[in-house]
């Protein structure tokens, strides 16, 4: 089991500083292991809930449950930054990294019938030792690759003729931006305006978390029921404000046989500056929000997607 696999359910009884009380029977919370202690549960359980002025929290009846991570508020902040949790690796000072792209390997399938990237060596060790004094020596790679592999950002010149490219998008829609995880519900297909109206999405690089990157490199991540966003979803996005849209899905788009080569989601993402990535992994690892997010590809004029290093940081 993962650190992000783990609830517990308990019984509690709050007592307030100003009077009253309040009983909890059955409640589940995620957690960051696979044990909790009552002081930190109790922790946990008030900033889960925004309580204020509490003067006791009295736990009874806990089970630790084997279950997946259904979302919470609280549960991050209780993580130690020494044991990084699956995805994510210990930063500095508290800091905590997550890894959210594919890695780009000699010959990986991205999109089925698309050319798989080829890497080798443009010099090798042994022909630089001829340039270089004794015991120097060094190796030069070289990749030829379509701009669409692995993890990839779109820009508004991918769509549009006259949109920016890579080296016209702006650092401060890509690097360093709040972000959000919407998580959808196991097999939702189409992620529409009402599975996101419940998210401040303002100023944030909304990630949305479907699952389906289990199924990256397989003829199944290319199959006609995998999740996009509809076309009313990707307008709330814009009319909300969002700085950035991801997906852990081969598109953003639908791409079943009724979609008919339309594209909505890019179209009106990408007509309104919106940076798109496509192919993200590890969103399980993240907390539902509080940490920053960044796809920062070259600064390569003249085209309009490339392959980012796509990351998020979180201050334990």
């Known amino acids: 089991m993962t650190d992000d696999q783990w ?3 308990f019984d509690a009884e709050v007592s307030f500083a100003n009077g009253g009380a309040l009983t909890a029977e059955g409640f589940r919370l995620d957690i960051p292991g696979d044990r909790i202690d009552d002081a930190d549960l109790a922790a946990l359980f008030v900033r889960h809930l925004g309580l204020l002025m509490v003067a006791e929290v009295r736990i009874r009846n806990k089970t630790i449950i084997e279950e997946a991570h259904k979302g919470g508020r609280a549960v991050a902040a ?9 995805g ?3 930063g500095t000072a508290g800091r905590r990294l997550f ?3 594919h890695v780009i390997t000699d010959g990986m399938t991205t999109l089925p019938g698309w050319p798989a990237p080829r890497i080798g060596e443009w ?14 020596e060094f190796q030069v790679a070289r990749i030829d690759m379509i701009a669409n592999t692995g993890t990839y950002l779109d820009t508004p010149a991918h769509r549009y003729a006259d949109g920016a490219d890579l080296a016209g998008t702006a650092l401060d829609r890509l690097a360093d931006l709040p972000g959000l995880v919407v998580r959808l519900p196991a097999g939702t297909r189409a992620v529409d305006r009402l599975l996101l109206a419940p998210y401040d999405v303002a100023g944030k690089a909304v990630l949305l978390h479907t699952g389906w990157d289990v199924h990256f490199g397989t003829d199944r991540y290319a199959a006609p029921e995998a999740p996009y966003l509809t076309g009313d979803g990707a307008r709330a996005l814009v009319d909300a404000g969002a700085a950035l849209v991801g997906i852990d899905s ?8 009724t979609a008919a080569g339309e594209r909505p989601a890019h179209s009106l993402l990408l007509a309104a500056g ?3 990535v496509e192919h993200l992994t590890g969103l399980d690892a993240l ?10 590809p070259p600064m390569v004029a003249q085209m309009g997607t490339f392959p980012v290093r796509a990351f998020a940081t979180f201050d334990a």
Not at 78 to 86: D, G, I, Q, V
Not at 123 to 136: D, F, I, N, Q
Not at 250 to 257: E, Q, R, S
Request: charged content about 25%.
């Open 88 to 90: 994510g690796t210990a």
């Open 78 to 86: 209780t993580r130690s930054a020494s044991k990084p949790s699956s």
């Open 287 to 296: 907390p539902p929000a509080g940490f920053r997010f960044t796809a920062a």
């Open 274 to 276: 919106i940076p798109i």
């Open 99 to 101: 890894e959210l792209s």
């Open 250 to 257: 081969i598109n953003i788009d639908d791409m079943g046989p």
């Open 123 to 136: 010099l090798t060790r042994e022909a630089s030792r001829e340039r270089y004094a004794p015991g120097t």
């Open 7 to 9: 609830r517990v359910q």
